[in-house]
């Protein structure tokens, strides 16, 4: 019988430190998350504005400083453009319900009827007012005034944050020269920041264009089918589509459930429940992979767990960042060989980035062979 295989004590002490280093790092950040959140968001947006400020630098006559003003400009205006938009949205949203209020009830009654009738229960079927009446809703309207109040106060400190961010970029350059005195150890430190930035920034990029264009089909598509408020679903459809596989769900479910209460008949609901599954189908399946390339080489576990994870630790904020902090995970793990097994486990195809010295192995039945992609300027 083969003796088991002996494991040093020295392996053994170390693996032991780092399960209980992930244990203490992830109840921390838990018990920090009213910091941190706002903090995670907020650098969160310093990207955007780096990516949209090189973006004007070098489509435009304008200087680094001027540009970077007119990128915080542009931010600055979008989330106030957001934030209109939702505030103006959900008034004409709950406007125009209090117009067919009256016919609510009467409609979701009709509906359990036909439901009832659907699967041949025996009996009466039941009411809206005898489902109300067995519910308590008293902890769910608490539960909401507290995520209100919560969103109130965290895009505070997020735009606080956010200040403060932009104007520690100033010295930014002499603290990464002071922690990094070789230039050999201080172009390393740039790569690694480079290939993080270009990980995050392709994750909104492709995100942003793919959901303009669901939005734009979804929009039209509602407005064929005379859905009131097209636009406020439109805005929701797109700001969703950030959190991975709820945020389809949401785009493809809430839309359709709105049309069984506003029209009388069945078909304009099935409409758009076909119709946004098709569209959602199509840019998940056939536009995204297109798009992403090596920007969000992610295993589709390790985003759903990435989701489970962050939005149990941190909320909706968790799930709206989970993507891109696993983007980042695997960036910076895959720059350490101590640390690469686990950016490999993260990547989708085992190569979460291809070796500086030599070419990545043809994969069996592609129809070309994976170069190096060559390492960034630390200059540019």
């Not at 780092?18 to 969160?44: E, K, N």
């Not at 793919?210 to 929009?219: E, F, N, R, S």
């Not at 406020?232 to 809430?254: D, Q, R």
Request: glycine residues 10%; hydrophobic residues 55%.
């Amino acid at each position: 019988m083969k003796p088991p295989t002996a494991v040093s004590a020295s392996a053994v002490s170390r693996n032991a430190l780092a399960v209980i280093a992930v244990v203490a790092g992830g109840a921390a950040v838990y018990w920090l998350r009213d910091i941190l959140t706002p903090l995670a968001m907020a650098i969160f947006l310093l990207i955007m504005i780096d990516g949209v400020k090189r973006t004007i630098e070098h489509r435009t006559p304008l200087s680094s400083r001027w540009a970077g003003v007119a990128a915080v400009i542009v931010i600055l205006v979008g989330f106030a453009l957001s934030i209109w938009i939702i505030a103006d949205g959900a008034l004409g949203f709950f406007g125009e319900a209090s117009g067919v209020s009256t016919r609510i009830g009467p409609r979701l009654d009709q509906i359990l009827t036909d439901v009832w009738s659907l699967f041949s229960a025996g009996g009466e079927p039941p009411t809206v007012a005898d489902l109300v009446a067995q519910l308590d809703i008293r902890p769910y309207l608490g539960q909401a005034a507290y995520q209100i109040q919560g969103v109130v106060s965290g895009a505070f400190f997020v735009l606080v944050y956010l200040g403060f961010l932009i104007a520690s970029q100033v010295g930014f350059r002499r603290k990464l020269i002071n922690m990094f005195p070789t230039k050999a150890s201080r172009d390393e430190a740039v790569q690694v920041f480079q290939r993080v930035r270009g990980g995050v920034e392709g994750y909104l990029w492709v995100q942003s264009v793919t959901g303009v264009m669901i939005c734009a089909a979804a929009w039209i598509l509602m407005r064929a089918v005379g859905l009131q408020n097209a636009e406020f679903w439109t805005f929701v459809i797109f700001i969703v589509g950030f959190i991975p596989v709820i945020g389809g769900a949401v785009a493809g479910l809430a839309p359709p459930m709105f049309a069984l209460v506003q029209f009388e008949s069945y078909w304009p609901a099935a409409v758009l429940f076909v119709g946004l599954q098709a569209i959602l189908f199509i840019s998940g399946n056939l536009i995204q992979p297109r798009m992403q390339g090596d920007n969000q080489n992610i295993d589709p576990v390790v985003v759903l767990l990435s989701l489970a994870f962050w939005g149990k630790l941190w909320g909706v904020v968790g799930m709206f960042l989970s993507t891109p902090l696993a983007v980042m995970a695997m960036a910076v793990l895959a720059e350490f060989k101590g640390s690469r097994w686990m950016a490999i486990l993260l990547s989708g195809d085992g190569e979460p980035y291809a070796e500086p010295d030599k070419p990545a192995p043809k994969k069996p039945g592609a129809s070309r062979v994976n170069t190096p992609r060559p390492r960034p300027n630390p200059g540019e």
